[in-house]
């Protein structure tokens, strides 16, 4: 067996999936804030474009389909400002495997600022690159700081990295400010640095504000993106890249692998795909909604589980909160419950709430942190209501506790379980 592979468990967000799937079939009640899958549905017309191309059986080209290249670099000059063409543009089954061939034919370490979404490390592991973790802390809103960065980079400036950044985030749900960006960017010009910035969770920033970073740093910057969040098809498998032409040597190198590897992504989903990119009102519609309904959930759980003393810091896009009981350290102690995976254990048996450990996501398996998808709700009963409520009206925690009752009862449970520790 392959050294980097030996002892690599499975990704700890699929063995939530499958554990939450096992324990509903033995008949128990479970809340699956485990699994980071958009709730709502793909957006109609995008359904549509892909019932209309189901003939599609031809390989498309390794780089992906012309339109949809051109699609995607039409869509980031429009809504980031950024002057793309479609020759920037790699499409891949899924940003996931992107970033692990990036990884295969890139020769420089990976720098992960932590806490992070769970597969950025093992794909390291695996691809045999060295791994640098940056701490980030509650005080900075779990967010990478330029000063940081530079420390790391100043220890050896002519070192080859590429740095992740991602945002909004997975795991914390934080997001940065222009002059973060700013400064981060400033850094990894400096050093020459490679970023890799993961932006799948962009449209969902709750205010529809996402700032892409390769707007200050153009020429060393990767924008990974795809269908699976903002438009809920994960099961789709679409990811993209976009590369400066400065790293077209990255492209081309990538696009090799992928010749030898999976061909090219699946044709229906690349022309249903272009539908997505080219938005319209339809889908600006859906999006408002779907930013509405996440910005007041995840400001109603983190108020919640603030009231009993658990530390989180406010959800700024996407669908996640990192949560941590440190403050119940001692109470937690004495129970036996030492690390951050026995307590989403615990959690899990005695409340029926499944989320997942902080050391999945890098941090040390003492703190006792952990990550929360609230996404255990009917998203397309939710899109329907929010739409006959007024833009002008706020939803509120009435509205979640008609759409979203399974995530206001876990939230509930992991209050009460805290309060009793």
Not at 252 to 277: C, G, H, K, L, N
Not at 280 to 309: N, P, S, W
Request: one cysteine or more.
């Amino acid at each position: 067996m392959n050294l980097n592979v030996r002892g690599l468990p499975l990704s700890a967000t699929l063995s939530i999936n499958e554990k939450s799937v096992e324990l509903q079939r033995q008949g128990k009640e479970v809340f699956r804030l485990g699994l980071g899958q958009s709730p709502f549905p793909v957006p109609q017309p995008v359904v549509d474009e892909l019932k209309a191309n189901a003939f599609q059986k031809d390989y498309l080209p390794v780089m992906g389909l012309r339109e949809l290249r051109g699609a995607v670099a039409e869509y980031h000059r429009k809504f980031h400002g950024i002057d793309y063409t479609g020759s920037d543009v790699l499409i891949g089954p899924g940003s996931k495997e992107l970033m692990f061939i990036l990884l295969l034919v890139y020769y420089g370490d990976l720098v992960i600022p932590t806490p992070s979404w769970v597969s950025y490390a093992p794909q390291a592991q695996i691809t045999g690159r060295h791994i640098h973790w940056l701490p980030t802390s509650l005080a900075n809103g779990l967010r990478l700081t330029p000063e940081e960065l530079e420390k790391l980079c100043r220890q050896d400036p002519a070192r080859p990295r590429v740095i992740i950044l991602n945002y909004p985030n997975n795991p914390t749900g934080c997001t940065y400010k222009m002059e973060e960006l700013k400064a981060i960017a400033r850094v990894a010009r400096k050093y020459r640095a490679i970023l890799l910035s993961d932006e799948i969770y962009g449209e969902l920033h709750h205010l529809g504000q996402h700032v892409s970073i390769a707007r200050f740093y153009p020429e060393g910057t990767i924008i990974s993106g795809g269908l699976s969040k903002w438009c809920g098809a994960g099961g789709w498998r679409l990811g993209t890249f976009l590369f400066p032409k400065s790293l077209y040597w990255l492209r081309d190198a990538m696009a090799a692998v992928a010749s030898e590897t999976y061909t090219s992504t699946s044709a229906p989903i690349q022309y249903a795909a272009v539908r997505a990119f080219k938005h319209g009102a339809e889908i600006e519609r859906y999006l408002m909604q779907c930013r509405r309904i996440l910005r007041v959930m995840g400001r109603y759980i983190a108020k919640q589980l603030r009231k009993t003393g658990i530390a989180v810091p406010d959800p700024e896009g996407g669908f996640y909160l990192f949560i941590n009981f440190n403050p119940f350290r001692e109470q937690l102690i004495k129970r036996g419950i030492d690390t951050s995976e026995k307590l989403c254990t615990s959690l899990l048996e005695e409340t029926g709430v499944a989320i997942l450990p902080g050391q999945a996501f890098g941090r040390p398996g003492e703190e006792f942190s952990a990550r929360l998808a609230y996404v255990d709700f009917d998203g397309a009963r939710a899109l329907s209501a929010a739409e006959q409520t007024p833009a002008s009206k706020h939803l509120d925690s009435a509205f979640l506790k008609l759409y979203a009752p399974k995530i206001v009862a876990a939230t509930d449970r992991i209050c009460r379980w805290v309060s009793v520790l």
